[in-house]
């Protein structure tokens, strides 16, 4: 007898395997609800083409970018892998990655940081130490909430709880180091606080500064702002891979066009070639 399953089931089934709780599972959670609910609920034991293409095409229908449908796609396909490999599913789609469009990063001028900073400061020490650790490290917020006191020593950060699953260590700025705070207790630097409250004395903050109106403020900014800082600084596109702890460099280049330092050289080179403003030539 073949068992059929809903997305739904197989999310009841595998979801706190695949999945750590946390920001990114309720969001997945919401993908999949979305997905069964175009399919309607329907119990499948065989995922076909014509399935996903359906699916694909109404989220497109919704008004959905390329780049969402690319991250609703990577949890259901993850999913089904899953299920696959249990044996729930017998046959999987050709998943293809939908082409993104290159938006523009934001990142935090000198003078935002400052006044956005203060603001902070003034309604929480905790999470002002927080924000120039972030800046500073280009971390996640999720690691550095997740870091404990063995996982700070002799000037430098060991995140272990990341995205992409890979730990990576990296060295502090003397602020960064500042702002760790080892005579405050708790079990690591920043166990006092927690996504929630942070975002709340963040919104408070940029809305006081006339930050308000910008969705790009959100605490995500202070890696970007860090990413931006390195590349301007003329750190190599490869390390600064490796301090963001990005899985593929494909992802940090993102960041490379703010390197224009490196393309300094082609105007001399240009200006060479130029021919003579008195020659005759030059008017043609």
């Not at 069964?36 to 065989?46: N, T």
């Not at 970018?65 to 949890?75: F, G, L, Q």
């Not at 938006?103 to 935090?108: N, T």
């Not at 405050?184 to 006339?210: C, D, M, Q, Y």
Request: glycine share 8%.
């Amino acid at each position: 007898m073949v068992h059929e399953h809903s997305v739904q089931e197989l999310f009841g089934k595998y979801g706190d395997i695949l999945w750590e709780s946390g920001r990114h599972k309720y969001n997945v959670t919401s993908f999949v609800g979305e997905i069964d609910e175009i399919l309607l609920g329907r119990k499948l034991s065989v995922f076909s083409q014509e399935t996903l293409d359906s699916i694909l095409g109404t989220l497109r229908e919704r008004g959905n970018s390329n780049a969402t449908i690319n991250r609703k796609m990577a949890a259901l396909s993850k999913l089904l892998r899953k299920a696959h490999k249990m044996g729930d599913i017998h046959s999987l789609p050709e998943f293809r990655r939908q082409k993104e469009r290159a938006g523009r990063i934001r990142f935090l001028e000198r003078d935002e940081e400052k006044y956005l900073f203060t603001a902070i400061e003034k309604r929480c020490p905790d999470s002002h130490r927080l924000a120039v650790f972030l800046v500073d490290t280009g971390c996640r917020l999720g690691e550095a909430l997740g870091l404990i006191w063995n996982d700070v020593s002799d000037g430098r950060a060991s995140f272990w709880l990341t995205k992409s699953g890979r730990s990576r260590t990296v060295p502090l700025t003397a602020r960064a180091n500042a702002s760790i705070g080892r005579s405050i207790g708790g079990k690591g630097p920043f166990k006092k606080l927690t996504g929630v409250s942070f975002r709340a004395t963040w919104n408070e903050a940029k809305h006081e500064v006339g930050l308000g109106a910008d969705p790009d403020v959100v605490p995500h900014i202070l890696r970007h702002t860090c990413a931006s800082r390195l590349v301007q600084g003329g750190v190599d596109i490869r390390r600064v891979q490796m301090w963001l702890g990005h899985q593929t460099l494909q992802m940090t280049m993102r960041y490379a066009h703010l390197a224009t330092n490196d393309l300094d050289a082609c105007v001399g080179v240009l200006e060479r070639h130029q021919l003579p403003a008195n020659c005759p030539c030059a008017e043609l």
